[in-house]
T-cell receptor
Framework: DTAVSQTPKYLVTQMGNDKSIKCEQN?????MYWYKQDSKKFLKIMFS???????INETVPNRFSPKSPDKAHLNLHINSLELGDSAVYFC?????????????FGDGTRLSIL | QKEVEQNSGPLSVPEGAIASLNCTYS??????FFWYRQYSGKSPELIMF????GDKEDGRFTAQLNKASQYVSLLIRDSQPSDSATYLC????????????FGAGTRLFVKA
């Protein structure tokens, strides 16, 4: 049973398109995250939701819009994709409201912009 | 100054040796510290977490925390080629402790 699952695993698309990535966790965790890992492997927090409430919104272009329909799901929609959006996007979840508990990561979505 | 700093490596050790990975952090109020391992093309997986000053041991892994020096380390005893990966230090930080900041990672190679 996959604990944190993301779809799709790979996403290849052209500049200017709009795309979505979905994430679901079956661990019963309260908090979910989106991270971006660039080509230099630096893992950077983008958003965090606790029980559908946005609690972290880093300096991310407003082309990125997260949505959490319930505490087990966190989706990421990206408008007008740019070359610099190419990266691996990881979803993660943890217990509790603060991020002081270990996080469980999904397998990542590899986004390539042509 | 970066919020979480690690030596990017690569750190190369022979099989059976002790690998020592280091991390410093800037937020003196940080309370929770994590080590994740990431194999190439895979997602990060938790190795250890530590909340209190001192050492915490789990099998071949020991995490060490010194809050006064703002320093956390990971020791891997009897290193195996399968330990070859990137090790990410992560620190819970920020107002309210809602944010986890990751270091850039240290690449470890264990030579057979």
């Amino acid at each position: 049973d996959t604990a944190v699952s993301q779809t799709p695993k790979y996403l290849v698309t052209q500049m200017g398109n709009d795309k979505s990535i979905k994430c679901e966790q079956n661990l019963g965790h309260d908090t979910m995250y989106w991270y971006k890992q660039d080509s230099k492997k630096f893992l950077k927090i983008m958003f965090s939701y606790n029980n559908k409430e946005l609690i972290i919104n880093e300096t991310v272009p407003n082309r990125f819009s997260p949505k959490s329909p319930d505490k087990a799901h966190l989706n990421l929609h990206i408008n007008s994709l740019e070359l610099g959006d190419s990266a691996v996007y990881f979803c993660a979840s943890s217990q509790g409201r603060r991020s002081n508990q270990p996080q469980h990561f999904g397998d990542g979505t590899r986004l390539s912009i042509l | 100054q970066k919020e979480v700093e690690q030596n990017s490596g690569p750190l190369s050790v022979p099989e059976g040796a002790i690998a020592s990975l280091n991390c410093t952090y800037s937020d003196r109020g940080s309370q929770s510290f994590f080590w994740y391992r990431q194999y190439s093309g895979k997602s990060p997986e938790l190795i250890m977490f530590i909340y209190s000053n001192g050492d915490k041991e789990d099998g071949r892994f020991t995490a060490q925390l010194n809050k006064a020096s703002q320093y956390v380390s990971l020791l891997i005893r009897d290193s195996q080629p399968s330990d070859s990966a990137t090790y990410l230090c992560a620190v819970n930080t920020g107002s309210g402790g809602f944010k986890t900041i990751f270091g850039a990672g240290t690449r470890l190679f264990v030579k057979a």
